[in-house]
């Protein structure tokens, strides 16, 4: 059997430490949780030295672009480890908003996993009310009505796809599975992610 010295408790705090450090090194907002790309990568040390395997999924880093889905979807591993629920805007609202981004490591260290949220932060998904979101979309992508709603990823990814024509400043959002970029820019938009109530809050805790 494989010793872990280091407790959940030990690496918790490890994190949180290095978040702290990461947000001041960056200078971004705590609404940022786990934006960091090499958050694994500065763990792995870590982690092996106390005789825990951890790996970073490649997957994680391109999307089906024929069906528009991921093949690796942080969001949903954060949704089933308890850190948020998802709007209707398709997005994932933690007790920090839902303008955040996540990464996850797979590792064999012995934790005891969370679990999905039974409350519900979205408005519309809790009382029918808000519909920000839905306002905000400049394509229609993100629709709803008596209560159900629907996310046209296609209306989306083709708004994306304009914009990355436009935004070509920082290169290109993602890469095909081989590395190499799929885009001439950014892939961009999130106007249903600002300026509406979930955006740096849960608001239905
Ligand atoms: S803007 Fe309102 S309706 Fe849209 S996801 Fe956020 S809380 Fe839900
Ligand atoms: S990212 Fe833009 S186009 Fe896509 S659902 Fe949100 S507001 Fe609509």
Redesign the pocket.
Same mark, same amino acid.
């Given at each position: 059997m494989t010793e872990t010295a280091i407790t959940k408790k030990a690496l918790e705090a490890h994190i949180a430490s290095f978040l702290e450090d990461y947000r001041a090194a960056h200078d971004i907002a705590p609404i940022w949780r786990a934006p960091i790309a090499g958050f694994a990568d500065a763990h792995h040390p870590l982690l092996a030295r106390h005789g825990v395997r951890a790996a970073v999924a490649q997957a994680a880093s391109t999307f089906d672009r024929e069906r528009l889905v991921s093949h690796w979807s942080h969001r949903h591993f954060a949704y089933l480890a308890g850190l948020g629920t998802f709007g209707i805007?398709?997005?994932l609202i933690t007790r920090s908003g839902g303008c955040g981004r996540y990464t996850s490591v797979v590792t064999d260290l012995d934790i005891t996993p969370g679990q999905p949220l039974e409350t519900e932060y979205c408005l519309y998904k809790k009382n029918g009310k808000c519909g920000a979101?839905l306002r905000?979309?400049?394509?229609?992508?993100?629709t709803a009505a008596d209560g159900t709603s629907h996310?046209?990823?296609h =209306? +989306?990814?083709?708004?994306?796809k304009k914009n990355a024509e436009a935004y070509q400043d920082f290169g290109s959002s993602y890469t095909n599975e081989d590395g190499r970029a799929n885009s001439v820019g950014s892939e961009?938009?999130? =106007? +249903?992610?600002v300026h509406v109530p979930c955006a740096l809050r849960a608001p239905g805790a």
């Open positions: 805007n398709n997005m979101c905000r979309c400049p394509t229609a992508a993100l996310y046209d990823r =209306k +989306c990814f083709a708004i994306l961009v938009c999130g =106007k +249903c992610t």
